[in-house]
């Protein structure tokens, strides 16, 4: 069984540290990368694919070193996120480039299969500097799937797509995971990897927040703090009505409205309307505060 060893890795750029002591193993099937951006998630991906090396620690992919093993490529795909490819080409001349690189006995053949699992043929004979962001995504993947490797990975992937195109890449590497091969993705938006991974490993600061299944993940962020800035017809006497409820902790009356810090998402948007009703007050507003990725992974950090 293929796997990816993470022991003690840490990467640090200067006195910039870009990775943290990170452990972790990553099997098959699809496995996600969340946090947001400058979380380490790039650096994290390029030491596996063994373009960088690690500062501390130790890497294996198949039980070999990443570093300075081009054979390793026979086994794995690597989708960078920045565009890696020669726009003066065709998507079919890039795709069937990859194929000789690789020494596949019949590249054509082999770039075709490729391209059309992407759904790129209608494009392979256009120039890739014609191509719109999506595509050139699809057309590196197509690149990086050519040579049918057991591991893929792939940075922020779904940049520039469509809908229709984000949920055929989700269903195609899903459908890859499946067939018994590690697929690692990085991303920013919880949706993504929610909807195609497994495994969630989520990294901030450089480090490892939280790994486990996108439920059990989910749950973390669901059932976290949660600030809400509440304006009423009376907030004075709101805030005194809401001190004491079960789901609130806290509450600050400000000249922009009441600021309650609640434990409990769902039991406090469900309780505020009964509270206000009974005390014959109307809410205007009811928003929370704090929703941005940053704080729901800093969250997640501190757990």
Do not use: C
């Amino acid at each position: 069984m293929t796997t990816i060893e993470l022991r003690g890795v840490s990467h640090w750029y200067g006195n910039v540290v870009a990775v943290n002591d990170i452990s972790l193993t990553i099997g098959p099937g699809v496995t996600g990368l969340l946090g947001p951006n400058g979380a380490g998630k790039t650096t994290i991906l390029h030491m596996i694919a063994g373009f960088l090396l690690p500062s501390r620690g130790e890497i294996t992919v198949a039980g070999r070193s990443s570093w300075r093993n081009p054979d390793m490529f026979r086994q794995v795909g690597v989708v960078p996120e920045r565009d890696s490819v020669y726009a003066f080409l065709t998507g079919a001349e890039f795709v069937t480039a990859t194929a000789k690189l690789h020494g596949l006995p019949n590249p054509a053949a082999a770039a075709r299969r490729a391209i059309s699992l992407l759904e790129m043929g209608d494009a392979e004979d256009r120039k890739i500097s014609t191509y719109s962001k999506g595509m050139r995504q699809r057309i590196k993947v197509a690149a990086a799937l050519v040579h049918d490797p057991e591991v893929v990975l792939l940075d922020e992937p779904f940049n520039g797509m469509d809908p229709r195109q984000r949920l055929h890449m989700m269903d195609l590497l899903h459908a890859h995971g499946e067939q018994g091969r590690v697929i690692v993705f990085s991303s920013h938006i919880l949706e993504e990897v929610e909807r195609l991974s497994g495994i969630i490993q989520v990294i901030v600061g450089g480090r490892l927040a939280a790994s486990g299944d996108f439920r059990a993940i989910r749950r973390l962020m669901t059932n976290r703090p949660h600030v809400f800035l509440v304006r009423s017809s009376d907030d004075r006497t709101l805030g005194a009505a809401l001190i004491g409820r079960p789901a609130v902790s806290a509450v600050e009356l400000t000249a922009h409205g009441l600021q309650v810090r609640a434990s409990d998402y769902g039991t406090f948007t469900r309780e505020i309307a009964g509270v206000s009703r009974d005390h014959g007050i109307r809410l205007t507003q009811v928003q929370p505060s704090d929703e941005s990725l940053e704080s729901v992974f800093t969250y997640l950090l501190a757990s």
